[in-house]
Structures are given as C-alpha cells and as structure tokens.
C-alpha cells in the first residue's frame, strides 16, 4: 500500500495548483462571490477544458476515468483556492448519481454534456427535516406515461440557480425514485436561500406538477443515493483539507511578521501551541479523507465507515482550524478585508453538508454495531 500520492496524482494536483493560482486568485473569488450565483462562464469553460467535469466518469461518456483518490488530491487544491461555483454539485453529486444509476442512452443525455462543460446539474435530496437520511425524502412523485410528476419543495440546494439539470429525490407509492429534471421545466421554480458561505448558492426549490424522467427506483436508487453521499462526503473532506492547510499557512505567515512588544508573535509559546494544534489537525484530517477516498475507489468493506470517520474529524477540525487562524489573527481575520473569513465561511457550511459530526458519529455507532 502507497502512502503518498504517485507522481502522476502529484502531477495532476500541482496543476491544479497553478491553474487556480492563475485563473481564480482571490480577487476573482471576491468579484464572483457578487455575481448571481458565484460562477463565471468564462472561468468554467476554461475548467472543462482541463477535463476536470469528467475525472471520475468513464471515457465512453467524455470521461477521464481516473479514481476518487485523484478527485480527491484534486479537490484539495480546489479547497486552498475556495473555488467558487457549483463543481462539487455537478460532479460529485449529480455526476456520480447518474453514472451510478442511469442507463446509456440516460448517461449519454445526461453525463456526456457534464463530462464536457456543456451541463451544469445538481441533487435536490434535503427537505424541511433537513436529513440526510434517504428515508426523510417525501416528495410526492405521481406517476405518468413519461415517468413522473413531482409536486412538493426541497430546501438548501446546492448551486440550483446555475443548474440545466436537476436530480430530485422523491417518493413514487412510497418507493424512493430519483428523477431528473431540466431547467425551464413547467412549474419548476426556485428562490435563493440565505448562506454564510457565498461562494456556494443555496435555493428552496418549488415543484408544482413537474414533468420529470425516472432515473431509478427501489432498492436501486437507495443504493445510487447512498453511493452518492459517500462519494460527496470524501471529496468535501479533502476540499476541506484543502481550505485548512490555507488558512494554516496563512496564519504562520502572519505569526512571523506580526509583532508585538517588539517580537514577532510567532517567538511566543501560547501562539506556537496554537499552530502545531492547527497542523496536527489538518495532518491527521488529510489522512482520514485520503483513506476514506481510497477506500471508495478500492471498494473496501469498511468504506462507508471511513468516510464517516473522515467527515466527523474533517467536520470538527475544520471549525478549530479557522477558531486558531482568526485568534492568532487578533480577531482582524474576521474583517472583510481578510480573506481569512471567507475560509471560516466555507468551514462552516461544509461542516453540515452532508451531514455534520453527530450525524455521522451516530452512522458510526449503527455501523459498527451492524458490523457486530
């Protein structure tokens, strides 16, 4: 077993790395943090065209075919950069959904065009309970000659405002079915929620009699669900590794320059305490997220477990990461002026997406006990 990454998984983060370092510096995170939905066509188009929509999915389909623990390495970077923009919707949500439950003709509809750049989609899955949990999905899905009508709303949607296609959970006679939606569909429409990381959009979205194509039903799609968030949930641990290692190397920076009664604060003890805390933390989150991608992408026994894992240390880390930057900081990392905020901001969002660090110790307890 490897443990670091290969050079050719080096090779794709560090350009990553430069790519972002060039096309998305923090200037550009602040402008597109205004716009409507925090993307920019341009800049999207650009990522397409480094074959970054279609890293996990099959060639046939425009793919890369590479594996999670390459998305991962990857999404690290996108983290350190707090890329903007509905990519982690696209693709690990509603990209890994479909190529998990979609036929052919389905994946070349659907997947080909987010593969290429063309698409942009996302999964409509958390109602007013606010529950990860497949079995609080309730929205009514009547069914049609050409599939489903869906009626009902859905809360705290990533990114559906810049969103072709969405992927909606929903309960046809009471079996779970995921149905895919197209932008502009009759009776579909959606307002933008409020959200502490503006870099991500979130929407209430409103079904009212909407046509919509069945994907998968049953068992099948509880699985493709399941799937779904355990991959989602790895990828975000790693972007959040990305974001804590940024925010580490920011405050070190800033502990050496600073000073105070004539000594860089970094010389004081109580400072250092807090930035060898902040990289144990990082460190040891870097290590669960890659395992819990490996294990995914090697179809482990214990993959759902080491995603929980990851994402209950990720969830918590994360948070005192940023608590640590802003108090070495003296409290201005919180001004607007700093980007050290915006990297708090996304901290706490992305601590309860997915589910936060109870959730997912709970999810642990019934794995092991299930396991027993």
């Not at 490897?2 to 050079?7: I, K, Q, T």
């Not at 998990?100 to 899955?125: F, M």
């Not at 929903?170 to 929620?193: F, I, N, Q």
């Not at 901001?345 to 997912?360: M, P, Q, S, T």
């Amino acid at each position: 077993m490897r443990f670091d990454l290969s050079e050719t998984q080096l090779l794709l983060k560090n350009s990553v790395r430069q790519f972002l370092a060039a096309e998305c510096p923090m200037a550009e995170v602040r402008r597109l943090m205004e716009s409507p939905d925090a993307i920019d066509a341009a800049l999207w188009k650009k990522i397409a065209d480094q074959g970054w929509p279609g890293l996990l999915f099959p060639e046939e389909y425009d793919g890369s075919g590479l594996g999670l623990v390459e998305m991962a390495a990857a999404m690290e970077e996108m983290g350190r950069a707090l890329l903007p923009g509905p990519y982690l919707a696209t693709v690990l949500m509603a990209g890994s959904l479909i190529d998990g439950v979609a036929g052919d003709e389905q994946k070349r509809r659907y997947l080909a065009p987010i593969c290429r750049g063309e698409s942009r989609a996302t999964v409509a899955q958390l109602e007013a309970s606010a529950s990860w949990d497949p079995a609080a999905v309730q929205l009514e899905a009547a069914r049609s000659a050409g599939g489903v009508r869906l009626r009902g709303r859905k809360l705290f949607v990533q990114d559906a405002g810049a969103a072709d296609l969405l992927i909606c959970a929903a309960r046809a006679d009471g079996e779970l079915t995921l149905a895919a939606v197209e932008k502009g569909a009759p009776g579909l429409s959606m307002d933008p929620m409020p959200t502490m990381d503006l870099t991500r959009r979130l929407h209430a979205v409103d079904f009212d009699g909407v046509d919509a194509a069945v994907l998968a039903a049953g068992s099948r799609a509880q699985a493709a669900l399941d799937h779904m968030l355990d991959v989602s949930a790895a990828a975000l641990t790693a972007e959040m590794v990305g974001g804590m290692q940024r925010v580490l190397d920011v405050t070190v920076e800033y502990a050496k320059t600073r000073k105070q009664f004539g000594r860089p604060i970094g010389q004081y003890q109580a400072v250092q305490h807090m930035c060898a805390d902040m990289l144990l933390m990082v460190e040891s989150a870097r290590s669960a997220a890659y395992y819990a991608a490996y294990a995914i992408q090697e179809n482990l026994p214990e993959a759902r477990l080491a995603v929980s894992i990851a994402k209950t240390y990720a969830s918590d880390a994360c948070r005192e990461v940023g608590n640590r930057g802003i108090q070495v900081h003296g409290g201005m990392g919180f001004t607007w002026e700093n980007d050290l905020h915006l990297y708090y901001r996304r901290a706490k969002a992305c601590e309860i997406l997915f589910g936060d660090a109870n959730y997912h110790r709970e999810r642990i307890a019934r794995l092991t006990i299930d396991k027993d």
